[in-house]
């Protein structure tokens, strides 16, 4: 079977080497837009502290974190994953009890999160942290790197007969992939409504999160303990200037802005050589397998169908700490606010912002300012690091609702809306989109994650 798939995030390349591994005949196609989310993730895998309210998002987050030993041991590469643990911390212990509660009543379903203990001293295991905090511990988190994770799959799909091409695809009515460099990827009145509908509350975190209430929700009193809940609790931190909403528009057409169809982003040079496309031309596909992360829905529209998906903008920063061994630090994760996580090579991750501003991935004054000030009053010791580093991605957003994993018409399967939640469960995503395309049976019941009628 001939499968196109459109996006090489960490769902698409996920779906690509399944596919490939299971004899299909693979081409997947990347625009290489500014933003993926893929290339921005911070790699915390710790499902079992949110979607309390949300059943399917949790089974398909926790699904997500039970499959990375398997993967890690398949593709045999260096992925980053380490199971370091998270810590929870708050100033007031009371704040962590609704979260122990939510852990306690899962564990005996989720055994591999460890058992789950009281810090008193979270900082003697992650040592720029505050005085004062307490913790819980829950050794089963795992950190990763999503962009190794990524790159890795894509080899593994490569070697197994894939083909990497770099443009834009569009879909026709009937399912066909049509391939351009300079193509554009239109926004809809649809995509137009999810954005003002964020514009109109005007702060981070202000469409709801996947299956739950947004910024309401964020005391957590029914323990959740998001990962991507705003750092600020003030309505300026991420707010978007004017100047930026107009700033906002479809996804380039030259996404390099150099006149010229790019070949590939620096972090991709070692991958096979991608073939780029120099006119317009039709894929031919039996099946089309749509992982374009935020922009999934401007790919669905000649189908006919809204696929309720937005951009959820993220901000993060890389510093280094010399001479300290940072890679066996747990992660840091407060109740609202940044997060933190160590990695090899002295690295600590501080992020991230969550800006409801459309398709603009840029990294701003006022996102480093939020992430920098909340990072350093959780972890005054960290600020004589280095900063190395900026990153900034669009997460796929559904809004209202879990992620998206369904047929759409006879040809096309569609995967995306896995929010802050891409780098623990889309190499999972990306396998159970890889056995909707091949009409093999899937280890989970897709149901809850179909388009609404
Ligand atoms: C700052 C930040 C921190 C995060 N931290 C975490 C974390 O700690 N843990 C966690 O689990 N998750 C995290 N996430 C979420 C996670 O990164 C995303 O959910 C996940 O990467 C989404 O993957 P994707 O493949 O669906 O989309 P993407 O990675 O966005 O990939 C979509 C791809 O589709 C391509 N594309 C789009 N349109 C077209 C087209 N028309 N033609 C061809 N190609 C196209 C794009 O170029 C892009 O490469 C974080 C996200 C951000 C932004």
């Given at each position: 079977m001939r499968v196109t798939v459109i996006g090489s995030g960490i769902v698409g390349a996920s779906a690509a080497y399944h596919l490939s591994s299971r004899g299909a005949d693979v081409v997947v196609v990347d625009?290489?837009?500014?933003?993926?989310a893929t290339a921005a993730g911070a790699g915390i895998v710790c499902?079992?502290?949110?979607?309390?309210?949300d059943d399917a998002w949790y089974a398909l987050a926790r699904s997500g974190a039970r499959h990375y030993p398997e993967l890690v041991e398949a593709l045999g590469?260096?992925?980053?994953?380490?199971?370091v643990g998270a810590l929870l911390v708050a100033g007031d212990p009371a704040e962590l009890e609704p979260v122990r509660a939510l852990l306690a009543r899962r564990h005996a379903e989720a055994p591999e999160m460890g058992e789950v203990t009281v810090v008193p001293d979270p900082a003697r295991l992650f040592p720029p942290l505050a005085e004062g905090l307490t913790a819980i511990h829950v050794p089963g988190a795992a950190r990763v790197d999503g962009r190794a994770v990524r790159d890795a799959l894509l080899r593994a799909a490569v070697r197994q007969g894939a083909a990497l091409r770099t443009g834009v695809a569009t879909l026709t009515a009937g399912g066909e992939v049509l391939l351009s460099a300079r193509g554009e990827v239109p926004l809809s009145a649809g995509d137009e409504a999810l954005l003002s509908a964020g514009d109109a509350a005007g702060t981070s975190g202000a469409h709801p999160a996947p299956g739950g209430p947004g910024r309401?929700?964020?005391?957590?009193?029914?323990?959740s303990w998001r990962?991507?809940?705003?750092?600020?609790?003030?309505?300026?931190?991420?707010r978007t200037g004017a100047w930026e909403r107009e700033a906002r528009g479809p996804a380039p057409e030259d996404p390099a802005g150099d006149g010229a169809p790019a070949e590939t982003v620096a972090t991709r040079e070692s991958l096979a050589t991608r073939e780029t496309v120099a006119t317009r031309e039709t894929i031919a596909a039996d099946m089309v397998v749509v992982a374009?992360?935020?922009?999934s829905g401007a790919v669905c529209r000649p189908l006919g169908v809204e696929v309720p998906v937005f951009p959820r903008r993220g901000q993060i920063v890389h510093a280094a700490l010399d001479g300290v061994d940072t890679a066996g630090w747990p992660i840091v994760l407060p109740h609202v606010g940044p997060y933190l996580l160590g990695f090899p090579g002295s690295r600590v991750v501080v992020g991230a912002t969550v800006e409801d501003v459309g398709f603009v991935p840029r990294v701003t004054m006022g996102g480093l300012e939020e992430v920098l000030r909340a990072g350093l009053r959780l972890a005054p010791g960290l600020a004589g690091a280095t900063v190395t580093e900026t990153r900034v991605g669009l997460r796929p957003v559904r809004a209202g609702g879990p992620p998206l994993l369904c047929r759409v018409g006879e040809r096309v399967v569609l995967a995306t809306g896995l929010s802050a939640y891409g780098l623990t469960a889309g190499p999972f995503a990306g396998l159970l989109a890889a056995r909707l395309a091949l009409g093999e049976p899937s280890p989970l019941d897709l149901a809850p994650y179909r388009l609404p009628s």
């Open positions: 625009a290489d837009l500014e933003g993926q499902p079992w502290v949110d979607h309390p309210e590469e260096d992925l980053g994953y380490e199971r309401a929700d964020v005391a957590g009193g029914d323990g990962q991507a809940a705003p750092l600020s609790g003030d309505d300026t931190g991420s374009a992360g935020a922009w």
